[in-house]
């Protein structure tokens, strides 16, 4: 016998193998609980179950089946995913007792989901017996080309093995497009939020305009009209980027050019969010340059894209602390002149101010039950308390940036939105700013940040939305 021939009768022998030891594993699950045994895997023809594509199906499956546990109410007992060379396999034991009511859950998750062709959902009942669609009164599934007979076309070899490949790149490719807009959705969520909340400190917002005379919040709604679509186009440029992230700042930039001269055709030559453009520009580039690797990334992934998307920006700085590079704006002669970093050191560090302040906050205000507006605000005074905030820096010096940061860190000593001298503090403030001009944009720039990449791995509560301010009882 060739050698070729020896070695393909091997890999179909331990593909085989694989199958039947997930098969028993699964098995083994259902009656070990007592519970209905869940056993998803990969439709993946061909003899790559393990490569790029089927790791990209399969991340989208596990937390797909997260997602409609939780929707279904269902507690995960035993969650366990396991690779060989049959592909990855995730096995789940949840709450729900009733083996049919599970499969039909699986049935809906194959039918409804954008790539749910390729999931095989499998359930086993408390004596391992697999739970079939023909016991639901469900018809059998279809050719993932034709619509046939699935056993015909394969008994018949009626679809070519790239035939099947192209048709599971172009399902991969709709459900890309669909993160994409997913994704541009969510920034544009987190730029509305941030311009919402009251009191922000020296901000526009929906009761004042804080420290400005030139806009208010009306000016900043036709800024994020105007800037809405330029999200989608950052992010498609981020998962379009051929080559390593630190080439996505190059590719980013000409759209970020563009997505100004929108922001200030808008607002008559006001300068509303052209630091957000930035910040936030970056954070959904590298959000899009992560879905080339999976379809849901987390803020992790991310925050790893943009510090190395990030990396030219210390040429930047550099050039700026030696006098090579000449100012040419605010937050830059702010640096040049302070040696601060601002938002390029944010960037180059992956956003530490978010990540080890605002983002903890607001998501433990969250947990806490408060309402949307003031774990926001609660997000924004972490920020105002520890942000170098270069927008301050270049109108108000040193002196300044150390009152705004002292004035945040005395809120959060006293509790901040959680206790009744934190909320006057913080009315303090609001009114202090004002007075004084104080304009902390960056630290509001990275409280639309920190949404974007809280928003990355959680849905924020509808309810909560609808919660009442406590500074609405004041």
């Known amino acids: 016998m060739p050698i070729d021939s020896a070695t393909a009768n091997s890999d179909i022998t331990n593909l085989l193998d694989d199958k039947e030891t997930r098969w028993r594993a699964a098995v083994d699950l259902a009656e070990r609980w007592s519970k209905p045994a869940i056993l998803g895997t990969v439709v993946m023809p061909g003899p790559d179950k393990s490569g790029r594509i089927a790791g990209m199906i399969f991340a989208e499956l596990a937390a797909a089946l997260d997602d409609r546990a939780a929707d279904c109410k269902w507690l995960i007992h035993h969650r366990e995913i396991r690779s060989g060379p049959a592909g990855p396999s995730i096995m789940l034991i949840v709450s729900e007792g009733d083996p049919r009511a599970v499969k039909a859950q699986m049935v809906e998750l194959e039918e409804a989901h954008p790539v749910g062709r390729l999931f095989d959902l499998d359930v086993y009942d408390l004596q391992g017996r697999p739970v079939s669609r023909q016991d639901l009164g469900i018809a059998p599934r279809t050719c993932l080309i034709c ?38 959705r969510k920034a544009v969520y987190a730029m509305l939020l941030e311009t919402a909340c009251r009191p922000s400190p020296g901000l526009v917002n929906p009761s004042g305009t804080g420290s400005h005379a030139d806009m208010n919040y009306l000016t900043f709604l036709a800024s994020s009209s105007a800037l809405a679509p330029w999200y989608g186009v950052l992010v498609q440029a981020g998962a379009e980027l051929q080559g390593q992230p630190d080439a996505l700042l190059h590719a980013l930039r000409p759209h970020g050019i563009q997505a100004e001269t929108a922001m200030f055709s808008a607002t008559g030559g006001v300068n509303t969010q052209k630091g957000l453009i930035f910040s936030l520009g970056l954070a959904v580039g590298a959000a899009g340059y992560a879905l080339r690797a999976s379809c849901r990334p987390g803020a992790a992934d991310v925050r790893s894209a943009v510090i190395r998307a990030a990396a030219p920006l210390q040429d930047e700085l550099r050039g700026l602390a030696d006098g090579e590079r000449t100012p040419a704006s605010g937050g830059e002669r702010a640096c040049a002149r302070y040696g601060a970093t601002g938002i390029r050191g944010e960037a180059i560090g992956g956003y530490p101010s978010v990540f080890d302040h605002a983002l903890p906050t607001f998501t433990s205000l969250i947990d806490a039950g408060y309402s949307v507006n003031d774990c926001l605000v609660g997000a924004l005074v972490s920020l105002l308390a520890v942000v170098e905030d270069t927008t301050v820096l270049a109108r108000h010096g040193l002196g300044g940036l150390r009152y705004v940061q002292s004035q945040a860190r005395e809120a959060l000593r006293l509790g901040s939105v959680r206790t009744t001298p934190g909320r006057d503090k913080i009315t303090e403030m609001d009114t202090c700013f004002a007075a004084r001009r104080l304009n902390p944009g960056g630290s509001a720039d990275l409280l639309a940040v920190s949404v974007f990449f809280y928003l990355l791995e959680r849905e924020i509560p509808p309810e909560q939305l609808l919660g009442p301010s406590l500074f609405d009882s004041r």
């Open 147 to 184: 619509g046939g007979d699935v056993q015909e076309c394969r008994r018949g070899g009626k679809h070519t093995l790239l035939e099947l490949q192209a048709e599971i790149e172009r399902m991969l490719l709709g459900m890309r497009r669909q993160a994409v807009l997913a994704m541009a």
